[in-house]
């Protein structure tokens, strides 16, 4: 069983709407991960949130915009997107620091089409 | 920047074989994972290699680490058709939280 839930497990919508990614971690983790995968990719890093603060933007459009309301949960809000973000979006969580010999856990992801 | 490669890309093997796939990396890394991806499913944890000769093994699967040389090695044992899927070594950036993959090796089990 994954530690790590998001919501949905798929999701499609069009260019003009709006929607979240939703992802949960009871582990007492204080580092949340978002990471974009395409088909036959590696995961990339799009943000990282230590202690709920955001500390890591790789760059990322501000189309997408993370949040994190609590040290459990951690969304991604999603807005105009184009039919290249299209992808398996990953949520990861961790201790701050990766707690010595723990890795990042992942999530079962959420599989995102934009017609 | 932390950059990771891995070699092979592709791996197709016959069951009952052995078989290294080689993870190098750039520049000092705090740490170095082993994560297993099957086809349409997530991540999964396998190995953390924190020390220069690090050693650990799980039933087929063994992982070392050598920091001089920056390489990291999974060694595949006997291999059997349950353990084709695709292999990411990770490096974790000095520093930072962030997790820099290596492009993966999909590994094929043959009968």
């Known amino acids: 069983d994954t530690e790590v839930t998001q919501t949905p497990k798929h999701l499609v919508m069009g260019m003009t709407n709006k929607k979240s990614l939703k992802c949960e971690q009871h582990?007492?983790?204080?580092?949340m991960y978002w990471y974009k995968q395409k088909a036959k990719k590696p995961p990339e890093l799009m943000f990282v949130?230590?202690?709920?603060?955001?500390?890591i933007n790789e760059s990322v459009p501000s189309r997408f915009s993370p949040e994190c309301p609590n040290s459990s949960l951690l969304n991604l809000h999603l807005h105009a997107l184009q039919p290249e973000d299209s992808a398996l979006y990953l949520c990861?969580?961790?201790?701050?620091?990766?707690?010595?010999?723990?890795?990042?856990?992942f999530g079962d992801g959420t599989r995102l089409s934009i017609l | 920047e932390l950059k990771v490669e891995q070699n092979p890309l592709f791996l197709s093997m016959q069951e009952g074989k052995n078989y290294t796939i080689y993870c190098n990396y750039s520049?000092?890394?705090?740490?170095l994972y082993w994560y297993r991806q099957d086809p349409g499913k997530s991540l999964e944890s396998l190995f953390v290699?924190?020390?220069?000769?690090a050693v650990k093994q799980e039933g087929r699967l063994m992982a070392s680490l050598d920091t001089k040389a920056r390489l990291s090695t999974l060694h595949i044992t006997a291999a059997v058709h349950d353990l084709s899927a695709t292999y990411f070594c990770?490096?974790?950036?000095?520093?930072?939280?962030?997790?820099?993959f290596g492009k993966g090796t999909k590994l094929t089990v043959n009968p």
């Open positions: 582990m007492g983790h204080r580092a």
């Open positions: 520049t000092t890394s705090d740490r």
């Open positions: 290699l924190l020390s220069n000769g």
């Open positions: 949130y230590s202690y709920e603060k955001l500390s």
């Open positions: 990861a969580s961790s201790y701050v620091g990766g707690g010595s010999n723990q890795p990042q856990h």
């Open positions: 990770a490096g974790l950036q000095g520093g930072s939280e962030k997790l820099v």
